[in-house]
């Protein structure tokens, strides 16, 4: 069973374009963290929010955490063919991290 | 450079052969995460340690399946027999759990299976 869904699923944009993905469950999470993975890599941690409400921003990416702690969005302003990947949302809870499926970005040139 | 370290990056076996992934964790790190990876499932908890001991392994078909994690350095996955539905990339990760907080998992770069 999965706790965390994504959507969406495939997202395929131009370049300067901007985007959001989204991150939703009926579990609390004491944190939620964003990964991104290239082919043939594993996830890399591009960041993590603890608190509802929260919002960081890193560069062009802006994360947000919902109020009940539940879900969370990433939104790409101005994307670029470096964005292009695999974003993959993690709920923390009891020291456990569970994934999302996944949405796979492509941004075109 | 601290990173996690999974071999074989890459095996291809016959079904009913036993297949063993070992991974090195980050030193100084307490948790221990294998993950399996495919299209369909995306990334799915198989098991996972906190200073060595086995706290969740509900993710596991224990028929076939075994963890452990003999000393700090070495994380292992076995499965005996493997099967064609076996097939995927699993990732281990290291990190550093603090009153069940959960910090950035660190991954490898996976050990990709294939069960002809």
Known sequence: TQLLEQSPQF???QEGENLTVYCNSSSV??????YRQEPGEGPVLLVTVVTGGE???LKRLTFQ????RKDSSLHITAAQPGDTGLYLCAGAQAGKSTFGDGTTLTVKP | DARVTQTPRHKVT?????VTMRCQPILGHNTVFWYRQT????????????NRAPLD?????????SAEMPDATLATLKIQPSEPRDSAVYFCASGLVIASNTGELFFGEGSRLTVL
């Open chain 1, 11 to 13: 997202l395929s944009i």
């Open chain 1, 29 to 34: 999470f004491s944190s939620l963290q964003w």
């Open chain 1, 55 to 57: 919002v960081k921003k």
């Open chain 1, 65 to 68: 955490f919902g109020d009940a």
């Open chain 2, 14 to 18: 016959e079904m009913g052969q036993e």
């Open chain 2, 39 to 50: 299209m369909m499932q995306g990334l799915e908890l198989l098991a996972y340690f906190r």
């Open chain 2, 57 to 65: 392994d509900s993710g596991m078909p224990k028929d076939r399946f």
